[in-house]
């Protein structure tokens, strides 16, 4: 296995099954062909033992379906068996590319429906399942995180619920605010920071990257970001700076209060190539912004590294940036549903994080260690070292 992980010694504590549901499929067909294939070469196990019952399959996935009335009303259907099954569902409640009809039209799943159609195959598997663990890389509802007036508090009611249902572990990408998980105390939340796949993306999809304080810096787009990007920084060696938004709170635009200006505090970038680090594009409004004030502060290249791209107001924005030199590449994983135009533009680069997640899932699965996978400096600094950058 690649990376330096340790061989897994260990049996598995159930025969391993994962559900992909709509709009996850292509994503999951990956991470079961992963793990298919380091079975298979897999030696240090008796494969035939009764421990290792359904071990090498020629994949994992359980067959399923969510079918629809013409109301709209759906139920769950699970079609193998799971019966004593490790089973692990995998969901992407923003796949708005997914339709089903009602009365007559035909509507894109919303959130709420993806989330309403994992409840449905949670509640189809009984009880029967050895152990359910659902990966979600976007955390639904992830941005209603906190009360701050009389208001819900979707996210943390949504984490109960789903464990009141019998999931024991719950596994995300870079959550809004990862405290959100104190709603379960007595349950498994993996928040994963998906850092060694950005970087390995950004040096194998650029030129002449120097990764040094004299050439690079990493820059935080907000107070929020602090965390993430203090990791991209100190694993890198890179200085730091960090823009701050100034509100308007008298004023609530689209459920928020709108950004007056952004305030940059840090060490000169003129000549730098900058790397912003944040959680997510969703109108990218802010990222554009922020761009536009990093090119006037002379910067020399500028790349977005994100593990979700939204783009929920289009694209067009961002070719204007691009085109005019603002912005050079923008990196987001495919844990979320990236529109097929996306996919074409010259400034957007796709991070893989299936085998990440295919790592994951043959680990726990083995109730196997996972600390290198949620700390991955070490191979960061291998896999630049490989590449031929000397002071790593």
């Excluded at 897994?8 to 994962?18: F, N, R, Y």
Aim: charged share 25%; hydrophobic share 35%.
């Amino acid at each position: 296995m690649e990376d330096n992980f340790e061989e897994i010694i260990t049996p598995p504590v159930a025969p391993l099954g994962i559900i992909a549901m709509r709009g996850c499929e292509a994503i999951s067909k990956k991470i079961s062909d992963y793990i298919v294939a380091w079975r298979k070469d897999r030696t240090s196990h008796d494969v035939n033992s009764l421990f290792f019952t359904s071990y090498q399959r020629e994949d994992y996935l359980i067959n399923h379906s969510c079918p629809r009335f013409g109301s709209g009303e759906g139920k769950g259907c699970i079609k193998d068996t799971i019966r004593g099954y490790d089973l692990y569902i995998i969901c992407d409640p923003f796949n708005y590319g997914v339709t089903y009809q009602m009365y007559d039209m035909t509507v894109p799943m919303s959130p709420d429906d993806h989330y309403q159609d994992l409840k449905r195959i949670i509640a189809a598997t009984c009880g029967k399942a050895r152990r359910i663990t659902v990966i979600m890389p976007m955390l639904y509802e992830g941005r209603q995180h906190r009360r701050a007036s009389r208001e819900s508090l979707d996210c943390a009611l949504a984490l109960q619920e789903l464990t009141q249902m019998g999931v024991d572990n719950i596994i995300t990408f870079d959550a809004h605010d990862p405290r959100v998980q104190n709603a379960n105390p007595l349950k498994g939340f993996e928040n994963v920071q998906p850092v060694y796949q950005m970087i390995k993306a950004l040096a194998k999809n650029v030129d002449n990257l120097q990764f040094d304080p004299k050439h690079m810096m990493i820059i935080s787009p907000d107070e929020g970001a602090m965390s993430r990007c203090i990791y991209f920084s100190s694993v890198l060696g890179l200085d730091l700076g960090m823009f701050y938004k100034r509100r308007d709170y008298s004023t609530i635009v689209n459920g928020r209060n709108p950004i007056v200006a952004h305030e940059f505090l840090g060490d000169s970038v003129e000549g730098k190539d900058l790397i912003i680090v944040d959680d997510m594009i969703s109108s990218g409004d802010s990222m554009l912004e922020i761009a536009y004030k990093l090119k006037a502060m002379k910067a020399k290249r500028i790349f977005a590294c994100t593990t979700f791209g939204l783009f929920s107001d289009g694209l067009d924005k961002f070719d204007k940036a691009y085109q005019e030199g603002f912005l050079n590449r923008v990196f987001t994983t495919n844990g979320v549903y990236r529109r097929p135009e996306l996919l074409e533009r010259p400034w957007y680069v796709e991070v893989d994080i299936s085998k990440y997640l295919a790592y994951f899932i043959d680990n726990l699965n083995h109730d196997s260690s996972i600390s290198k996978l949620l700390s991955p400096s070490e191979r960061i600094h291998n896999f630049l070292h490989r590449m031929g950058y000397s002071n790593f």
